[in-house]
C-alpha cells in the first residue's frame, strides 16, 4: 500500500509517516495544499490522507479539485475533535471517510486498509436490482441505460443493499461491509450516504428504490416505486 499524507503539523505528520511504515505501507509526506493536490493527481496512490486546516489550499479544495479532476482514489479526512460541520462538508465534497482528531493510530490504519480493500474488492457478475444494473468488476452503474456516477464509497453501499434486495440491512451491516469496522453510534456517515446515493440513482429517474426503515435499517426495493 502506497499512501500520501497531506499535513502541516510536521510533528503529527511524521509520526503518522513512520507508523505507517513500521505497518508495511509506504508513506509520502507533503505540508500544504498545493503540494498535496500536485502529489495527489500525479501517481496512482493506494489511499490519501488529507487534512482539513492546510496552508496555501484547505483540505476541502484539495478533494474538490481531485474529484473533479477524475481522481477516484480513496481519501481519508482529518477532522477538529468537534467537527461535525467538517465531516458533513468532507462527505459532501467526495470524501470516503474521516477521522477526528486525536485518534488512535491503530484505527487510522484500519480504516485506510478498510478504504483500500473496498476499491480492490470485486467480482465478475453483474448485479440486477431495484431497476439498477451494476457491475462489480467495472464498477459502473446504469438505470434505464444510463451511467450513473457514483464516489467509492456510493458504489460499495448501493452494492451492499443491492446484494439483499428486498431485504432491511442493519445499520452495523453497512458499517462492517462498506466502511470495515465498529459502528460509531455518533456518526451520521451513513444518513450521509444513503442521501446522495437517493440524488444519484433515484431522484433523477423519477423512482424511489431506497428506503428507510425506521430503527431497523435500509432497504432497497426489488423493483423502485414511481415517485408523484
Known amino acids: 500500500m502506497h499512501v500520501l499524507i497531506v499535513e502541516d503539523e510536521t510533528r503529527l505528520a511524521t509520526l503518522i509517516a513512520d507508523g505507517l ?5 509506504r508513506a509520502e509526506v507533503v505540508h500544504d495544499g498545493v503540494a498535496g493536490l500536485e502529489r495527489g493527481s500525479s501517481e496512482p496512490w493506494d489511499a490519501i490522507v488529507l487534512d482539513i486546516l492546510l496552508p496555501g489550499m484547505n483540505g476541502f479544495a484539495v478533494c474538490r479539485e481531485l474529484r473533479a479532476t ?4 480513496p481519501i481519508l479526512m482529518l477532522t477538529a475533535k468537534d467537527g461535525d460541520l467538517d465531516e458533513t462538508e468532507a ?13 488512535s493510530f ?17 467480482a465478475d457478475q453483474v448485479v440486477t436490482a ?4 451494476i457491475d462489480t468488476a467495472s464498477r459502473v452503474v446504469n438505470r434505464d441505460g444510463a451511467a450513473v456516477e457514483l464516489s467509492t464509497t456510493e458504489f460499495d453501499l448501493l452494492l451492499a443493499l443491492a446484494r439483499r434486495a428486498g431485504q432491511v440491512v442493519s445499520r452495523q451491516t453497512l458499517y462492517d461491509e462498506v466502511w470495515g469496522y465498529e459502528q460509531d453510534h455518533s456518526s451520521n ?6 442521501r446522495y446515493l437517493r ?16 430503527g431497523a435499517g435500509y432497504r432497497l426495493a426489488a423493483e423502485p416505486d414511481a415517485v408523484g
Do not use: C, H, M, N
Not at 431495484?130 to 444494473?133: A, D, K, N, V
Not at 456517515?189 to 444513503?194: G, H, K, L, N
Open 106 to 122: 491503530e484505527v487510522l490504519v484500519a480504516r485506510l486498509r478498510a478504504l483500500v480493500r473496498r476499491t480492490g474488492r470485486t
Open 91 to 103: 462527505l459532501d465534497i467526495g470524501a470516503d471517510d474521516y477521522l477526528r482528531k486525536p485518534f
Open 189 to 194: 456517515v451513513i444518513e450521509v450516504f444513503i
Open 21 to 25: 511504515v513500521r505497518a508495511g505501507i
Open 130 to 133: 431495484g431497476g439498477l444494473e
Open 70 to 73: 477524475g481522481v477516484a482514489v
Open 199 to 214: 440524488q444519484k440513482v433515484d431522484e433523477p429517474f423519477g423512482v424511489k428504490s431506497i428506503q428507510t426503515v425506521r
